[in-house]
């Protein structure tokens, strides 16, 4: 069995004291390849330092909604100087963490990063992995008039109907803890309805703890607790819900 963390923060400070024992964890429980969010631009050297250093690791540049106050306009300039940069860096396979959060400040300024992210992973061919919060058919206004083909929604929470919209244009769900508790029940009852094939597994770590484990920091080793609650919900073996996601991601990256 192999899996696929398609969403997580390894190069974040609090792992700096026990990241390779973090990744050897995650190797144990059958998790191999990692995908590695850009948050800031500050933050986009470690970030590509630490993916580097990761075998199986990959990584993602953007500019994500929840930090829009250390954000700038400027930073796209610096985001194409990146992108650049990487030339065919075979690491480099998405742009993100971009979106909306209705619960942060500056919603115009949001929007203009929002959208000129989009139009360059539309450029450069890229997935865009989206970040959410009660902007999900927003998002999705947005991504129909000038976003990329491809790309996944990150911490899926919504209804059905919202599901099977960005399923049909194509793109993918993403899956981690909220699955794992019983009270979840619009999101459980979504992802039980919606298709297999369009879903890949996540933890977000070191945020979004599993179930059983709140108020701990959250780690690519708990998949495994995604995974069961994914085949428990899908009524199928966890080896094949793991095959499937973990072909749904490669795809998705283009590996």
């Known amino acids: 069995m192999q899996l696929f963390d398609s969403h997580c923060h390894l190069d974040f400070d609090v792992f700096d004291e026990d990241r390779g024992q973090v990744i050897e964890n995650a190797r144990a429980a059958a998790v191999e390849k990692f995908m590695l969010l850009g948050v800031c631009a500050s933050q986009w050297s470690k970030l590509v330092q630490v993916a580097d250093s990761i075998d199986g690791g990959y990584y993602a540049l953007g500019l994500h909604p929840y930090f829009i106050q250390q954000h700038h306009a400027e930073h796209i300039d610096e985001l194409i100087a990146q992108l650049e940069q990487c030339g065919p860096d075979l690491r480099l396979r998405a742009i993100g963490e971009i979106g909306l959060d209705a619960e942060c400040a500056d919603m115009d300024l949001q929007l203009v990063l929002l959208r000129e992210q989009l139009r360059l992973a539309k450029d450069a061919r890229l997935p865009v992995i989206l970040h959410h919060r009660k902007t999900l058919d927003k998002l999705l206004k947005l991504v129909r008039e000038s976003g990329p083909e491809c790309g996944v929604i990150h911490a899926f929470s919504g209804s059905y109907e919202q599901g099977r919209a960005w399923v049909d244009h ?55 607790d995604a995974l069961a609650a994914l085949a428990e919900l899908k009524q199928c073996e966890q080896a094949e819900v793991a095959s499937i996601t973990y072909t749904n991601t490669k795809r998705l990256f283009s590996l």
Do not use: F, H
């Not at 459980?188 to 890949?200: F, G």
């Open 170 to 224: 194509g793109y993918y769900l993403g899956i981690g803890g909220t699955i794992t508790y019983p009270r979840a029940n619009k999101t459980r009852d979504a992802i039980k309805r919606l298709p297999l094939n369009a879903m890949v597994l996540e933890t977000d770590s070191p945020d979004m703890p599993m179930c059983g484990y709140q108020g701990q920091r959250n780690e690519p080793a708990r998949l495994v």
